[in-house]
C-alpha cells in the first residue's frame, strides 16, 4: 500500500488549495485518516481528522476554513483549504489507515508531504 500526497504550493493570503492523499495497492476502503502540518521549527500537529462512523474533527487555528473528504471511489482523502492565511505555511502530510482487501487487516502509513507557502 501507497500513499501518495499532491496539491501543495503557492497561494496568496485569502486563496485556496486542495490537497490530495491517494492510496493505492491492495485496499478494501480508508477507514481512517488526517491531515497534518509541520512548519519550520514547530511540531507536526494535526489540522484534519476523520474515522468511519465518526464526524471529522479540526484544529482550532482551521476550523470554518479547512474541509477534510474522502472518495471512496478513488480511494482518495482530501484537504480543501479556504481562506488560507501565511500562519498556514508548512509542509502537509497525510496519514491513513487502510482496511485491506484480504478483509482483516488494517494498514496505518504516512504520505510524503507537499509544501503549502502561503504569502501575504
Known amino acids: 500500500v501507497q500513499l501518495q500526497a499532491s496539491g501543495g504550493g503557492l497561494v496568496q493570503a485569502g486563496g485556496s488549495l486542495r490537497l490530495s492523499c491517494a492510496a493505492s495497492?491492495?485496499?478494501?476502503?480508508?477507514?481512517?485518516a488526517g491531515w497534518y502540518r509541520q512548519a519550520p521549527g514547530k511540531q507536526r500537529e494535526l489540522v484534519a481528522g476523520?474515522?468511519?462512523?465518526?464526524?471529522?474533527n479540526y484544529a482550532d487555528s482551521v476550523k470554518g476554513r479547512f474541509t477534510i473528504s474522502r472518495d471512496n471511489a478513488k480511494n482518495t482523502v482530501y484537504l480543501q483549504m479556504n481562506s488560507l492565511k501565511p500562519e498556514d505555511t508548512a509542509v502537509y502530510y497525510c496519514?491513513?489507515?487502510?482496511?485491506?482487501?484480504?478483509?482483516?487487516?488494517?494498514?496505518?502509513?504516512w504520505g510524503q508531504g507537499t509544501l503549502v507557502t502561503v504569502s501575504s
Open positions: 476523520w474515522r468511519s462512523g465518526l464526524s471529522a
Open positions: 495497492g491492495s485496499i478494501a476502503s480508508i477507514f481512517a
Open positions: 496519514n491513513a489507515t487502510i482496511l485491506l482487501s484480504s478483509g482483516n487487516c488494517y494498514y496505518t502509513g
